[in-house]
T-cell receptor, first 113, second 114 residues
Framework: GEDVEQSLFLSVREGDSSVINCTYT??????LYWYKQEPGAGLQLLTY?????DMKQDQRLTVLLNKKDKHLSLRIADTQTGDSAIYFC?????????????FGKGTHLIIQP | DAMVIQNPRYQVTQFGKPVTLSCSQT?????MYWYQQKSSQAPKLLFH???????NEADTPDNFQSRRPNTSFCFLDIRSPGLGDAAMYLC?????????????FGEGSRLTVL
């Protein structure tokens, strides 16, 4: 079955790096995603990684995928107050998006001044 | 230039009083989804339309129905809302047939049941 696990909270100091971790159970996952949700808003795609990749970097964001351990992480460099949000890990089995995504419960990123 | 628009953003209803939430999209995506999101929980897929084909998740209560009159619009009907149906309802779209499978979300409709 599909299951995506994340820790619920992460607190970091402004300017430090944030690392949000996720584990998933289905080795058939073709794409893995990180979505961001700000208070009262919908989910916004931050980045994604294809299952045959180990790493993807996009400006301040670095995604690492360990397919053997079914572990995905999102690193945010130089964390700013605007990064305060809930971050959801998600997986897709079909890759074409037709069956939707399975989400984790989300990690609340709290920024300390 | 919002691409997935949900209305209303906030809906208050009474216990048992039917409610309809709407979603429209300008992306011309063939797949549309409804997710239910409760506080500190993962968004839960209720159902989706693949073109005109309706796909219900096995554990979605019968109280929840959906309509998709055309490519651009999709509705979520809650026939007799209970207190446990209070949640954020998220509409999303995607294009099938390859690509990254990314879902595009609306801002959500927050339902309160009194």
């Amino acid at each position: 079955g599909e299951d995506v696990e994340q820790s619920l909270f992460l607190s970091v100091r402004e300017g430090d790096s944030s690392v949000i971790n996720c584990t998933y159970t289905d080795s058939s996952s073709t794409y893995l995603y990180w979505y961001k949700q700000e208070p009262g808003a919908g989910l916004q795609l931050l980045t994604y990684i294809f299952s045959n990749m180990d790493m993807k970097q996009d400006q301040r964001l670095t995604v690492l995928l360990n397919k053997k351990d079914k572990h995905l992480s999102l690193r945010i460099a130089d964390t700013q107050t605007g990064d305060s949000a809930i971050y959801f890990c998600a997986e897709s089995l079909t890759g074409g998006g037709a069956d939707g995504l399975t989400f984790g419960k989300g990690t609340h990123l709290i920024i300390q001044p | 230039d919002a691409m997935v628009i949900q209305n209303p953003r906030y809906q208050v209803t009474q216990f048992g009083k039917p409610v309809t939430l709407s979603c429209s999209q300008t992306l011309n995506h063939n797949v549309m989804y409804w997710y239910q999101q409760k506080s500190s929980q993962a968004p839960k897929l209720l159902f989706h339309y693949y073109d005109k084909d309706f796909n219900n998740e096995a554990d979605t209560p019968d109280n929840f129905q959906s309509r998709r009159p055309n490519t651009s619009f999709c509705f979520l009907d809650i026939r007799s809302p209970g207190l446990g149906d209070a949640a954020m309802y998220l509409c999303a779209t995607s294009r099938s047939g390859g690509g990254t499978g990314e879902l595009f979300f609306g801002e959500g409709s927050r339902l309160t049941v009194l």
